[in-house]
């Protein structure tokens, strides 16, 4: 007699959650609203690194086209510790094209970025397709996917910074609200609470860069630009203990944050 095959289901609990409820969760769960900038070349220190620092962190933020150890195995294994520390995985992709090379650019090629990020950046400089696109190959997926969209850079001379782009900016994500969960900003670009908005530039101690980075405090972004997250990479990186410094950014980020949105 045949044996009737036994489909056995492996649950990932965080799988059916959407991915906005999820990083509110975490927030408050975690009491962190610290995203690190793990702007490294080699997964495996990214990994290491997540390790150590991802109790205290509710995103690791990566570029996965600077590093020189890439594999899908690899980056299973970092979206393995973000899941046990409860972490978001953001892919700071920044895509930037029309709607079918991007589809292509999320889930295919060496990095099948959709099978592994929370979270993608785009900007919406090639008009609203480019999220439409996204949004479907994000439907491929068994996981809930989301983006964030570049409204304002925190670059020296940013071009995106004028009133009639970003206006542009925030119509897109009220039209892909399901898709679009919040935008890189520099300042608060709506009063709905739906969207988180995620600053980087900051730093506690330098003003910015060679390279036209500019800085601004934990307190400066969130209190005066309105920031959720905050996105903080050198200062962490490269400073002597990153552990400690990741715990005193997560709690400068919290403090100033509950001062102003909790109390
Ligand atoms: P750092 O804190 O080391 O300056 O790094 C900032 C990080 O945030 C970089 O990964 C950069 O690509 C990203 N970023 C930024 O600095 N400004 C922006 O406007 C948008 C970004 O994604």
């Avoid at 962190?32 to 109790?55: H, P, R, V, Y």
């Avoid at 295919?108 to 609203?128: C, M, N, R, S, Y």
Wanted: negative net charge; contains cysteine.
């Amino acid at each position: 007699m045949q044996l009737p095959t036994l489909k056995i289901e492996i649950e990932d609990k965080n799988i059916s959650i959407p991915i906005r409820q999820r990083f509110q969760t975490i927030i408050k769960e975690k009491k962190s609203n610290l995203c690190l900038s793990a702007d490294l070349t080699s997964l495996d220190e990214i990994i290491e690194l997540s390790n150590l620092i991802g109790k205290n962190i509710c995103m690791l933020k990566i570029h996965c086209d600077i590093l020189t150890d890439f594999s899908m195995d690899k980056i299973q294994e970092l979206k393995d510790v973000s899941r046990r520390l409860n972490f978001l995985l953001l892919e700071d992709r920044k895509f930037a094209d029309i709607g079918n090379t991007v589809a292509l650019q999320y889930t295919k090629g060496l990095f099948q970025i959709a099978e592994w990020a929370d979270l993608v950046t785009v900007h919406v400089l090639p008009g609203e397709g480019i999220v439409q696109a996204l949004e479907q190959a994000a439907q491929t997926i068994n996981e809930s996917r989301g983006c964030l969209l570049i409204a304002q850079m925190s670059s020296k001379g940013a071009l995106t910074n004028n009133e009639d782009y970003v206006n542009g900016v925030i119509k897109c994500a009220e039209k892909y609200s399901d898709f679009v969960i919040g935008f890189i900003s520099q300042s608060r670009l709506t009063t709905s609470d739906k969207y988180l908005h995620c600053t980087p530039g900051v730093h506690l101690t330098n003003t910015g860069d060679q390279l036209g980075q500019q800085y601004v405090t934990p307190r400066q972004a969130i209190d005066g630009r309105g920031a959720d997250i905050v996105i903080v990479g050198r200062a962490i990186l490269d400073s002597i203990n990153r552990v400690k410094t990741a715990e005193a950014y997560q709690q400068e980020c919290y403090q100033v944050y509950e001062e102003l949105h909790l109390s």
